[in-house]
Nanobody, 125 residues
Framework: QVQLVESGGGLVQAGGSLRLSCAAS????????MGWFRQVPGNEREFVAA????????YYADSVKGRFTISRDNAKNTVFLQMNTLKPEDTAVYYC??????????????????WGLGTQVTVSS
């Protein structure tokens, strides 16, 4: 089992920045690819970004490419999502997810085995 706890969400004005963190506990963190997803009520959960277990490979949704950066610190069992130039359409609950995977990282909900409870991000116009 892997337990994931997100933090860092909040209210920010359009154009601002937030940094989300996801702390993992349980099985060795470095064995897992990590992803961030987001969901607005009434919509499906959508992919935002992912990073391979060793960190060199990162993946982004087109809607956040160039604005968001995913990174990880395996020594601290933590993955981060730096979100810059935020837009009102980025408003959602953001979820951290873990996938046991040796190469690359998944980009769909079904790829991931473990999920956090989410953190709310609200961007005002």
């Amino acid at each position: 089992q892997v337990q994931l706890v997100e933090s860092g969400g909040g209210l920010v004005q359009a154009g601002g920045s937030l940094r989300l963190s996801c702390a993992a506990s349980g099985r060795p963190f470095s064995a897992y690819a990590m992803g961030w997803f987001r969901q607005v009520p009434g919509n499906e959960r959508e992919f935002v970004a992912a990073i391979s277990w060793s960190g060199p490979s990162t993946y982004y949704a087109d809607s956040v490419k160039g604005r968001f950066t995913i990174s990880r610190d395996n020594a601290k069992n933590t993955v981060f999502l730096q979100m810059n130039t935020l837009k009102p359409e980025d408003t959602a609950v953001y979820y951290c997810a873990a996938q046991r995977r040796a190469v690359g990282a998944g980009r769909t909900v079904n790829d991931y085995n473990y999920w956090g409870l989410g953190t709310q991000v609200t961007v005002s116009s």
